[in-house]
């Protein structure tokens, strides 16, 4: 199981570096989804399956899609023929290879360790929710004010509202 | 099942969190500053799992969950704010907000 684990490693490390130094927004969204999942086959891997889902769900599903969602609105690096150069091989062919390669891991890995239930090492999501809601309950709690503030807040700044001037900054 | 030394999986979690922060004070675009702050929680994340592992503890899952709803709510807010930072200053640059900064001291 290590070689799975190194290989992994070493697809989230190239693709964070690659991440932090393209100049296209889009490109880097699509390195750092790419090492979203390479550190969640790294969760698969020591033991956490319900984390690993977790994490390709809500990381690179949903804030990723918000990321994209954000670039797109405000057409960052607009050029002509932008579909021309999305068609281009050169741009998505070394994410998509690495992606290829991180299956063939968690195929072999699946393949390993037989179903997920006779693992023996794993924590399994049962033991994680009796945890949630027993120990951490308040924690629950507490998170969910915090996600209720988010809205409100998220809600509250993007609201096209006129342009508010504080009245001792206002032109005489 | 993994043989690997915890030491090493740590050292991972380091780099991934090192990355971020070169990002972070790298780049200008806040956009990817915002990416960067990504990759630092999601390493932060990895160390809980990593400890969780060692001790066959449930408790670094729990909290893995927590650093995601944190995760997920600095991406909204902090979405939103570039989205008003762009209306305003028509760039992405975080150097042109500077408004607050004192103009005598340059």
């Given at each position: 199981m290590d070689v799975f684990f190194y290989i992994a490693v070493a697809i989230a490390i190239f693709s964070t570096i690659m991440a932090i130094s393209r100049r296209n927004a889009i490109h880097a969204l699509l390195y750092l989804i790419l090492s979203l999942l390479a550190v969640s086959v790294v969760f698969y891997l020591l033991s956490a399956p319900f984390i690993a889902a977790l994490e390709v769900i809500?990381?690179?599903?949903a804030i990723m899609v918000l990321f994209i969602f954000v670039v797109m609105m405000l057409?960052?690096?607009?050029?002509?023929?932008m579909e021309k150069k999305w068609l281009n091989p050169r741009m998505w062919i070394i994410p998509s290879l690495l992606a290829g390669i991180l299956l063939v891991v968690l195929f072999l890995a699946l393949s390993n360790v037989g179903s997920l239930t006779e693992n023996k090492g794993d924590i399994l999501p049962k033991q994680v929710g009796i945890s949630l809601f027993s120990t951490y309950l308040l924690g629950v709690e507490i998170a969910g004010i915090l996600l209720m503030a988010g809205v409100i807040g998220a809600y509250h700044l993007s609201s096209q509202n006129k342009k508010v001037t504080h009245r001792f900054l206002e032109k005489k | 099942m993994l043989t690997i030394p915890i030491e090493t999986q740590i050292l991972f979690a380091g780099i991934l969190f090192f990355l971020g922060l070169i990002g972070l004070l790298v780049r200008r675009n806040m956009i990817f500053m915002l990416m960067s702050i990504e990759i630092m929680l999601n390493s932060a994340g990895l160390v809980f799992i990593i400890a969780g592992n060692h001790w066959k503890q449930p408790d670094g899952q729990v909290m893995f969950i927590f650093i995601l709803t944190v995760a997920a709510v600095e991406v909204a807010i902090g979405l939103a704010l570039i989205l008003q930072v762009y209306h305003h200053y028509k760039t992405l640059d975080a150097d042109a907000v500077n408004k607050l900064r004192d103009q005598n001291s340059k």
């Open positions: 809500i990381y690179a599903g057409n960052i690096g607009l050029e002509k023929s | -």
